[in-house]
């Protein structure tokens, strides 16, 4: 795909958010990222990506299409089982580049809408995320082959509410930056600033499983 420095209609699409432009001039192709053959835990980790380069011949020294916040563009292999995107699994599927029973285990999960975003995602519990202090509620998926769950914080509300006989809440201060952590110690962490007598609250909206 080659699109015109001039071209205003060519754009792309990720999560809820409104489409967004092509850079002027971009050239490259879409392609499927597979996942790591010798690690089962991320079977789903494979997608469509976008490739920048000046040629097809080119593809090693190209760079994949990036975001507005820098992330990379990529469709969730989970995701290309929902509409618009089955077109592309199909090719996939015909290609050998997804195995039949990972799309198999993928509509077993299937919610009737849900769709989750690239950076919400874990696929193991070692695996870091980028935590935004300016924000104080936090939402993250985690996902396999054999389950999908949605999991929600609202983590400086729940941090400064009132403890025992305080009647008015702790001021709640405003943070800036962000923080890169390991979903195990801040659920450590978290747990250490609330009491004992109240535990951990999560607020499941998961799909069915």
């Known amino acids: ?43 789903l980790t494979g997608g469509i990506r976008f490739r920048i380069m000046s040629d097809v011949s080119h593809f090693d020294d190209g760079e994949d299409l990036k975001l507005p916040n820098g992330n990379i563009w990529h469709i969730i292999a989970y995701n290309l089982i929902k509409a618009p995107w089955k077109p592309l699994l199909s090719i996939a599927k015909k290609e050998s580049l997804i195995d039949e029973g990972v799309v198999s285990d993928m509509q077993n999960l299937a919610g009737p809408s849900y769709q989750p975003s690239t950076d919400s995602l874990h696929y193991e519990f070692d695996q870091p995320f980028i935590l935004d202090l300016e924000h104080s509620f936090i939402s993250r998926v985690f996902l396999n082959r054999s389950t999908i769950h949605r999991f929600l914080w609202n983590v400086l509300e729940d941090m400064y509410r009132p403890r025992g006989k305080e009647t008015k809440p702790t001021p709640c201060p405003v943070y800036t930056g962000t923080l890169r952590l390991y979903p195990l110690t801040f659920l450590r962490m978290f747990n250490l600033r609330r009491s004992i007598a109240r535990p951990f609250r999560t607020v499941d909206t998961s799909i069915s499983l």
């Open 1 to 43: 795909m080659k699109v015109p420095s001039e071209n205003k209609k060519a754009r792309f699409h990720y999560g809820g958010t409104p489409y967004q432009r092509f850079p002027p001039g971009t050239v490259g192709t879409v392609y499927y990222l597979q996942p790591p053959p010798d690690k089962p835990s991320l079977a």
